[in-house]
């Protein structure tokens, strides 16, 4: 259960965050809201996420906390780019993606949409 540190302020311990696993990334749910959704994912190296198809009505940025990956835009071979640690990127609405861990380490990322992910995640009822 999260913390409240005050009136208005919530605290989320990686304890408390809802793990899950998409493809090879495994993530943790900070924080879900109809304002907000904050995650953090690791990615072995050679390892890829599944192909996200975008998020309708929300932008999204991943942050490279560490490691070295590639973000693919669009849908088999599409567009790519690469992020290391202190990179960040911001994906407009609705374009899909996916991350290739191409370095030799693992490979941590922060994740934010707002205002919503615009879909359930996997382990929530459509």
């Known amino acids: 259960m999260m913390s409240i540190v005050s009136s208005g302020v919530?605290?989320?311990?990686?304890?408390?965050?809802?793990?899950?696993?998409?493809?090879?990334e495994v993530i943790r749910i900070y924080f879900s809201s109809d304002k907000i959704v904050f995650s953090a994912?690791?990615?072995?190296?050679?390892?890829?996420?599944?192909h996200d198809p975008?998020?309708?009505?929300?932008?999204?940025?991943?942050f490279c906390i560490s490691g070295e990956i590639f973000v693919e835009l669009g849908e088999d071979g599409g567009e790519f780019f690469a992020l290391a640690a202190g990179d960040a990127a911001l994906i407009e609405e609705g374009v899909?993606?996916?991350?290739?861990?191409?370095?030799?380490e693992t490979a941590?990322?922060?994740?934010?949409?707002?205002?919503?992910l615009g879909r359930?995640?996997?382990y929530e009822d459509a």
Not at 10 to 24: L, M, T
Not at 54 to 62: C, D, K, L, Q
Not at 96 to 104: L, Q, T
């Open 10 to 24: 919530q605290v989320c311990r990686r304890w408390e965050a809802k793990p899950f696993i998409e493809g090879d």
């Open 41 to 50: 994912s690791t990615l072995q190296p050679g390892q890829s996420s599944t």
């Open 54 to 62: 975008g998020h309708e009505g929300a932008h999204e940025v991943v």
């Open 96 to 104: 899909p993606h996916r991350v290739i861990n191409a370095g030799d």
């Open 108 to 116: 941590f990322m922060a994740w934010a949409t707002a205002p919503s």
């Open 120 to 122: 359930p995640l996997i």
